[in-house]
């Protein structure tokens, strides 16, 4: 059986396992998803990526170690799907918005490969946009979270502060 989108596939495994608490999510393998998984790795979205052989199967797999906060909560919020098969959206370096000021990202595919929003707009690169992905980052979640998820949230507010010149107190 084929599969229309096999992105948006990823990305509903993902939530799916994370409402259900699993540590663990297995997707089919493609150089594509492993790309997207290592740049939410990257983010600090996901814990590790493993690319395994299932016996009996003849696609290799993909495995997914979620991150979950101190209250076993998932670190990603939301992960959306931003260009479809049916609506693919484009975007030129200057017009690569920050998504929640700045606490999430923005996955895109250029001619450079598979990178983050940051990354692009440094590289002055036009994109297809993939994936939009943000933490749950309010206070109260910050003050909950393991350190490591602290760690990526200061990073991405000085991120933030330094892009819009505001001191970072």
């Known amino acids: 059986m084929s599969m229309t989108d096999p992105i948006a596939d990823l990305l509903t495994r993902m939530r799916n396992a994370g409402m259900a ?6 997707v089919p393998w493609s150089r594509l998803k492993e790309g997207i998984m290592k740049v939410l790795v990257e983010e600090g979205y996901v814990g590790q990526i493993r690319r395994i052989q299932v016996e009996g199967q003849v696609q290799d797999t993909l495995r997914v170690h979620l991150k979950y906060g ?13 260009s479809r098969p049916g609506r ?29 929003d940051r990354d692009a707009v440094k590289a002055k690169v036009a994109a297809s946009c993939f994936v939009q992905s943000a933490s749950a980052f309010d206070l109260n979640f910050l003050f909950r ?3 490591g998820v602290l760690r990526v949230a200061c990073r991405k507010i000085a991120d933030c502060c330094a892009r819009n010149g505001q001191a970072r107190d």
């Open 21 to 26: 608490k699993h540590e663990t999510v297995d």
């Open 70 to 82: 101190k209250d076993h909560e998932p670190v990603m919020s939301k992960l959306t799907r931003v």
């Open 145 to 147: 979270t393991a350190p």
């Open 88 to 116: 693919r959206v484009y975007l030129g370096y200057k017009n690569i918005q920050p998504v929640r000021r700045g606490l999430g990202s923005h996955i895109l595919s250029t001619s450079r490969g598979i990178v983050v």
